[in-house]
């Protein structure tokens, strides 16, 4: 079976890296005892694919994770033992098993949901609230990326689903596509470039909310968060002895 894991990720565990997320999970799995299934050859693995890492830094109430086991007694059992297994700062929140069908976590995810707030005593002197309408009704967004083959140019715009400022939080949705994956830094740099102020050094406090599917067409899409996709009823056949 396929399963699908929503997790947390917070405190200072957000300063871990994505690999070493990874290993946590590798172990953590071990220790709560799922009957995880393995790749074959001669250095097995877990099978186990995560959708798009989070940043270093960044705090997130929706990642995932995709894993196989060979058999499951409930998903309400898998959340509880791996909640027992974990350590603060990473809370699993759901389990689903997974249609056969259903693409992997990587290659499903095409757009994520961030709130976004300022340090205190970093708030920019621009007045966002004034000056966001005539941002969003820009043509163009452009910004000047840097890549491993030098920099080159990306518009910024069609990849801005949603972006909403409450006063005190950006309320943001945007592409996370492998094609796309616009940053929400990125947005908020060139917000503030267009009235000619620089972002501080370490102002942002990001939390990702929530990571999309879609499971419309490329013409009519909708976004469904990956964990809603599956079910926690496990098909008679497949529960274990």
């Not at 699908?4 to 709560?32: E, N, S």
């Not at 909310?209 to 009519?220: A, D, R």
Request: proline share 5%; charged share 25%; with cysteine.
């Amino acid at each position: 079976m396929k399963l699908r894991v929503k997790f947390k990720k917070y405190g200072p565990v957000r300063f871990i890296g994505h690999l070493d997320v990874m290993r946590f999970f590798q172990k953590t799995i071990r220790r709560a005892g799922l009957d995880v299934a393995y790749t074959g050859g001669y250095s097995p693995h877990q099978i186990m694919t995560f959708a798009a890492p989070l940043g270093v830094g960044l705090e997130s109430n929706g990642e995932y994770m995709d894993i196989e086991v060979n058999s499951l007694t409930s998903c309400s059992d898998a959340v509880k033992s791996l909640n027992n297994a974990s350590v603060y700062g990473i809370e699993i929140t759901s389990v689903k098993i997974l249609p056969n069908n259903a693409g992997n976590a990587m290659a499903s995810v095409v757009a994520a949901s961030y709130t976004v707030r300022f340090r205190e005593g970093r708030t920019p002197e621009t007045d966002i609230a004034a000056v966001l309408p005539e941002f969003l009704e820009k043509e163009k967004i452009l910004i000047t990326k840097e890549t491993k083959k030098g920099s080159r140019e990306l518009d910024l715009k069609p990849g801005i689903y949603e972006l909403i400022w409450d006063g005190s939080a950006f309320h943001m949705l945007v592409d996370a596509s492998s094609s796309g994956n616009i940053k929400p830094v990125q947005i908020i740099e060139a917000l503030l470039a267009e009235h000619k102020e620089k972002l501080q050094e370490n102002a942002l406090l990001i939390t990702r909310e929530e990571v999309y599917t879609n499971t419309g067409t490329e013409e009519n899409p909708v976004l469904t968060p990956l964990g809603d996709i599956g079910s926690e009823t496990i098909p008679l056949s497949e529960k274990s002895l």
